[in-house]
Structures are given as structure tokens and as C-alpha cells.
């Protein structure tokens, strides 16, 4: 397939003018098209780019009932000569068919996840702002639509690409809690796909945490609480000294792409890194003496997240501030790479 | 708020006699009606019974993104004064705000949940057929129909009711594997709640199982592997010489009416009842010396589904053959006293 195989219906009039693109708030407002595909006992159909607007569903559709759900998160970005550019968008197909392994859905083919992204994107050029900070969030995402109340999987499947433009994403001073009791994920379980049901499972702990004066939850292993695995919904990074760490992905923890290339940049910067668990008790003993210099959080929609501070067992712990944090140093490069301000001498980058 | 409360569009023709009830798949035919209920911004809306069909939903909805949905499993019965019966159905309400809390959604009043219930079962009486094994599963369920892509709890949710006609649930010979490495519940996560999400994360793993010639998964705990907690969807029961055992409910295990009815049903019969986790070891000991007499699971679908056999490290155990098993004794009683055919001596069911 190319992406002449998708039907494309334009809505008549596009509803940009009436956007505040300075004031937006992340995920609420939504592009003048979407992208369908349906998957019907076996067969993928033919893909449809259409106007944005709610659409039918039977009310026994298993996402409904079982949370047969999978979906995917990028950005689009825009360069100084109004080219369109995605980052790394290989690794999150790629995650994002093996989350529905995982959830026993059936594979995307790559044309109908990439070309059809592509071809929505190039309908939604506008809609991509220059300026460092401004994105065009990418919402991949498929559903079981097929009904029927027995726990099993459906015959029918729908994918949908969605976009919701975005500021740079500044979420204030960032308290975390170390989960002494809640968890997101068990051993043998569905951590390491982006299933729907990992994130509303996070909901109540993380209202129970903001009721407290935290933003997030850093999460611990579920059976023994004693090693670092994620913050709210990224991956983790510490630095003691002057050494990174971050958990080795597992069945728990997503293998996040932000995280890996902030790896990978790290290392050519000469950066210590070192991918191994960070115990809770490792954590406490270093902002004790004052080898803990950062906390970080690492994920697409904030790219990188530092934090300011953490609790645990009721005790709060203070981070330095520091005139150039590490934190800033990566992130800095990355948009520069994403934004095509910096050569990519990674090969990250793909133009629309 | 009382039933007339309550708005009602009644079907113009009923599809009752297109419905071959001799051959019903589960959960597959649904009755003309479901009940729907809205919650804007924290307000219950007025709850409307009308046809069922598929209903618009934004493509953004937070049910589809993050998996916030709940749902509750209940059967209404028909007696041989052609009246209709529900089964404890309290215990369901209450257990569906259980999970409604677990999952940051609203508390659904009782008015809504039981008077909208019978409401619609009135409606619905001729698909309640008489007959033992005839009952009308009834589906209760609540959505996040809010719409926008950043994981955090939802502003509107949709709370539904559906009702599908149902055979007596004959599952063939059961034969099931304990899990070594997939599991279905964390430490801190929501396995006690009827959460979507925790369903299709089961699809995966019992694919597997079901290739390997085995219809269901024995679950254990997911940080040692050596507890026996649920098999399948349903609650277990292992019954060693002539003790009746079943693991306490816990964050991982749900607390399932018929689990419950059952230990209380079996202590007034004088049958040995131990609420205790059971060891996997415990489990091979018992088989190899031949005091393992009966597994089976137990759940709102089939009352009792006994076990002929269960596989662990690649080794096959048979249960023996027994006369006149303990599992088919409770469902018996069990079942006749949702048919109104023994005395309710423990104020069980409720007339509707
Ligand atoms: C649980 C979880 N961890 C980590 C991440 C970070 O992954 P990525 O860098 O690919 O956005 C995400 C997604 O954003 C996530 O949902
Ligand atoms: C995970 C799980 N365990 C056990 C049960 C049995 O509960 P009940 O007897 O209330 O149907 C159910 C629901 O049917 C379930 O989903």
C-alpha cells in the first residue's frame, strides 16, 4: 500500500482560526481530521482520512468491558523552513505492535501506521507551529470494537490516528512520592505495553499524592517497593555524582523512547550512564550525603521532566539547585535535534 | 429518586422472536432496551431507558486512551410464577462503587443502579426465560466518555446497563495450567476491582494456554508464583480429602458473590471451609498423593466449573472421577435457590 490507497474526505471548513495557540492545554484540543482504519475478521481495511467528530459504537464493544485498548504517543515538529519532521516514528510502530501482541489485537501494517500518519500530517501542516515549544502531538491508538460481553478477544478492531496541537510543556515545580504501597504494573503483567488500563490503574493513587502536595509518584516494584522503576507516566533517571542511572526496562517498565536517546545522547556527551535498578534505600543514602544531584522524568510530552524534590516514609526530601543541571543540558539537545536547530548526527529524525 | 424517574423509549417492534434461545452464545444477543445514565461535570443526569444501539462517542474519550471503565457481572432468574429474581444484587452495587473509587470514576447512586435495573428488567420480563439453567445475564458498566489525551481522570462518564439472554453455561471438560510467568494482578494495583483493564491483559497469556490445549490459567501471585488465587475470570476452590479451600480476597483477588455464597452455603452443609492461600506445592503434594479430590472455579457465568485436570512445569495431574463431586452438590443448592426452587434461608434473592 501508498498512501494513494488512503480515501481521503476534507472537512469543508477548518476550525484553526478559532484555536488559541497560545494558550493551549495539552491533549484538549483536537485537528480537523482523523484517521480510521478498520480491522474486520482477519483483514485490514482500506484507511480513511475524514473530518474529526464522534463516531458510532456498539455498547458491548469489548474496549468497553475488557479495556482491549492499546495506543502510542509522538510529536510532530516543525523546522525554520516550514518542513515537518517526526522523531524516531520507526520506534514507536514498532512498540506500538508490540503492545497489541501483548493485548492480543492484531498487528498495524506499517503502511496503514506510517503512511497514513504521514498523509494526515501533510492535511495538517498548519496545524504545526514553528517556534521551539510549539508540537503537533500524535495520538495513535486501536480499540476493540467488536461486541460481545465474554471475556475474550474481538473480531473487530479499529485504529485511529488523532492530533492535538501543543506548547512546550511546563508543568511547575515537580514534587514525586515514592509508592510505598500502590503500584502500575506486576510481574508477568502488561507494564511494558502502552495498554489503556496501565493508566487509569494510576489514577487514584495519583489523586491520593496530589492531595498531598505531590504531582507524580515515582513507582516501585510492586512485590518488594524497593526499586525505582518510573515517575507518573515517564521513565526515571537519577544522578548521584556525576553519574546517570535509569531502571533496565523489564516486563514493568515501558521501554521509552525519550529514555533511550537521552542514553544514547548522554554517553556521546561523555556522561557516566549507567542502566541498572536504583534501590529506594540507594536513593535515600545519597540525598542524605549529598551525592544526589538530580531527578528527572523522561517522556515525549514533557521531553524531559526534572524534579524539585521527593517524599518518602513521610520525609521530604529537598534536591539542590544547581546552575546547569544535566537534566536541561539533554533536553536542550534533543528539541534541538527534534526542531532540526543541531545536525542529527543520530539519524532520529524523518522529514513528512 | 424512584423508578419514574426514570424516561422511557420503548422499542417500536421487539427482535424476540428472532432469538433461537436453544442455542444462545454467551453474551452474544442483546434484548431490545439498555439503560443509560450520564455524569456531567458532577451531576447525575436523568437515567433513560430506549432502544439499544451503537451511541456516539468522541474519538478522544478517556474509556478509549486510558482504559477508565468498570464493569459488574449479575443474571436475573426467572421462577415458575413467571416472576423474576435477582441474586444478592447489593453486593453487586456495592462492589461496583468499589471499583468506580479504585478507578477515580463517580460513585453511581443507588437509585440509578437498582431502581434502573428493575425498571429495565420489567421492560425486558418475556427474555427472562423459566427453565433451570435460562437466566438473563445482566451487564451494569461505566465509561469515561470525557474527552482529551492526557492521562488524568475524566469529567464526563456514562454509566449503562445491558441485558443478554443466556444458556446454562456448559464450558466442556476444563482443563487448566498453572501460571508460572504471566499473572493478572499487582501488589497495589486494581485486581479486586472489576476494572476493564484487567481482562484483556488475562487475553494474551490464555491464548497461550488455550494453543497448549488448556481452556484457563490457574493465576498465582506475580512476585513469587507459589499462591493459587483465581482461574480465569472466576474465583477457585480446591477441595484436599474433604476440606473445602479458597484464598482469602485480597488487592489481587476479586470478591466474588458466588465465592462468597459458596464457603457460606458449604459451612451450613457441615462442610470443612478453610479461607487460606493455597501453595502451588501444596497443590503437587496433595495431587501426587491422591488427596486432591476437586478443583473448580466459581463465578456469576457458570456458578461452579469443575476442573478434570491442571498442567504445571509441563507436567499433567488428572482429578479423579468422583460420584457425586462436592462442586456439582453446591451448585445444586446454589442454583436452586436462585430458582426459587429450595427455601432462601439466607435472604439471597430479590424479587423484581
Ligand atoms: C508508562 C510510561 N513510561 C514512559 C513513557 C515515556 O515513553 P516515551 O519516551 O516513548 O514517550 C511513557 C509514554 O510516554 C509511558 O506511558
Ligand atoms: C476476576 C474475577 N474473579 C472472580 C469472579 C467471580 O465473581 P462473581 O462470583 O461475583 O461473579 C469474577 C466475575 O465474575 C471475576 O471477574
Redesign the pocket.
Same mark, same amino acid.
Given at each position: 500500500m501508498n498512501e494513494n490507497d488512503i480515501t481521503v474526505n476534507l472537512a469543508s471548513t477548518s476550525k484553526i482560526d478559532s484555536v488559541d495557540f497560545e494558550n493551549l492545554i495539552f491533549g484538549t484540543v483536537f485537528t480537523d481530521h482523523m484517521l480510521i482504519c478498520d480491522y474486520k475478521q482477519g483483514v485490514w481495511e482500506k484507511p480513511v482520512i475524514k473530518p474529526y467528530e464522534p463516531f458510532l459504537i456498539d455498547p458491548s464493544a469489548k474496549v468497553f468491558h475488557y479495556g482491549q485498548a492499546i495506543f502510542e =504517543?509522538m510529536k510532530a515538529y516543525k523546522d525554520e523552513h516550514d518542513d515537518v519532521w517526526l522523531f524516531r516514528p520507526d520506534q514507536n510502530f514498532e512498540r506500538f505492535n508490540k503492545s497489541a501482541v501483548r493485548l492480543a489485537m492484531p498487528e498495524v501494517p506499517e503502511s496503514v501506521f506510517m503512511d497514513g500518519l504521514k498523509k494526515l500530517l501533510q492535511i495538517e501542516k498548519a496545524w504545526v507551529k514553528t517556534g521551539k515549544g510549539n508540537s503537533l502531538y500524535i495520538r495513535p491508538f486501536m480499540i476493540a470494537t467488536g461486541p460481545g460481553v465474554v471475556a475474550a478477544p474481538a473480531n473487530f478492531y479499529r485504529f485511529m490516528i488523532i492530533l492535538s496541537p501543543a506548547k512546550s510543556y511546563y508543568s511547575g515545580e515537580v514534587k514525586v512520592i515514592i509508592a510505598e504501597h500502590y503500584s502500575r504494573a506486576a510481574n508477568g503483567g502488561i507494564g511494558a505495553a502502552?495498554a489503556a488500563g496501565?493508566y487509569s490503574a494510576q489514577f487514584y493513587p495519583t489523586k491520593l499524592a496530589n492531595e498531598m502536595g505531590y504531582q507524580q509518584i515515582i513507582w516501585t516494584d510492586d512485590a518488594t517497593h524497593t526499586k525505582l522503576e518510573?515517575a507518573g /507516566?515517564?521513565?526515571v533517571f537519577f544522578r548521584i555524582n556525576d553519574t546517570l542511572y535509569t531502571a533496565p526496562t523489564s516486563e514493568r517498565i515501558?521501554d =521509552?523512547? /525519550?529514555?533511550k536517546s537521552l542514553i544514547d545522547m548522554a554517553k556521546r556527551e561523555g556522561i557516566n550512564v549507567e542502566v541498572r535498578s536504583v534501590l529506594v534505600d540507594e536513593l535515600i543514602q545519597a540525598a542524605e550525603d549529598g551525592s544526589l544531584k538530580e531527578i528527572f522524568g %523522561? =517522556? /515525549? %510530552?514533557a521531553v524531559v521532566n526534572p524534579i524539585v524534590g521527593f517524599s518518602y516514609k513521610e520525609k521530604y526530601y529537598e534536591l539542590p539547585k544547581l546552575e546547569n543541571p544535566i537534566a536541561l543540558q539533554l533536553k536542550e539537545k534533543l528539541n534541538n535535534i527534534q526542531y532540526k536547530l543541531a545536525e542529527d548526527t543520530f539519524g532520529w529524525t524523518v522529514k513528512v
Open positions: =504517543g502502552k496501565n518510573e /507516566t515517564m521513565n515501558l =521509552g523512547v /525519550t529514555r %523522561a =517522556g /515525549t %510530552a
